[in-house]
């Protein structure tokens, strides 16, 4: 069928996220993607608007939105599995992409060129600087992920946190715009309401 995409994406509550780890609080796909998209949609923001550049924000909210689209079909593999061994991230990457293969076919002809260029840009046709903030904001999400678990006295994430805050602190360096929300944005993650309220 041809027009079961919408209904293929709106599963992505049904797919939890960090597998192997002993969660709190459990993470769909749905939610991650919402979350790299408010975070994708800040750094471009703060890029335009503290750094005087023209980054197409909107542009990065979409693609955040579906970064993560093919694990409704392969699920959220975990880290040390995906990236074990460059065969495991081969393998990985070829069954991603059959995956979206399968879920632009849910599309009518028609549509189906305007999400392919959502759900697998095209990094000659994007502007390279929009698509490294939007895995910028997906290691973000990852990072405030072990925050909140950590904050809620889960010592399981403390491997992941470490290993993102790395992660991180490293795009700090490259990307102006993961040191602006770092400083200003990411003290505030797991905070009780009444502390952010106040």
């Known amino acids: 069928m041809s027009d079961t995409f919408f209904a293929t994406m709106w ?14 609080r459990n993470e769909s796909l749905s939610e991650h993607s919402l979350d790299v998209a408010m975070i994708a949609h800040a750094l471009c923001t703060i890029g335009n608007e503290r750094l005087h550049k023209n980054l197409n924000a909107e542009r990065a909210v979409l693609i955040a939105l579906y970064h993560d689209a093919a694990e ?9 599995v995906k990236y074990g061994s460059p065969e495991m991230k081969a393998a990985y990457a070829d069954a991603e992409k059959q995956a979206l293969k399968r879920l632009l076919k849910k599309l009518p002809d028609d549509l189906r ?5 959502i759900l697998d840009p095209d990094p000659e046709a994007e502007d390279p600087y ?32 470490c290993t993102s805050k790395k992660a991180v602190d490293q795009l700090c360096t490259e990307l102006p715009e993961v040191r602006i929300f770092t400083d200003a944005f990411l003290p505030h993650y797991g905070s009780t309401l009444d502390e952010l309220l106040t």
Not at 113 to 117: D, L
Not at 139 to 160: D, M, P, Y
């Open 11 to 24: 599963r992505m509550k049904y797919i939890e996220r960090w597998a192997l780890m002993r969660s709190s």
């Open 72 to 80: 409704i079909i392969t699920g959220d593999m975990p880290t040390p």
């Open 113 to 117: 060129p305007v999400y392919q260029k």
């Open 130 to 161: 929009v698509l490294k903030l939007v895995k910028a904001a997906d290691k973000l999400s990852a990072l405030i992920k072990c925050i909140e678990e950590e904050t809620s006295g889960n010592r399981e994430f403390h491997t992941a946190m």
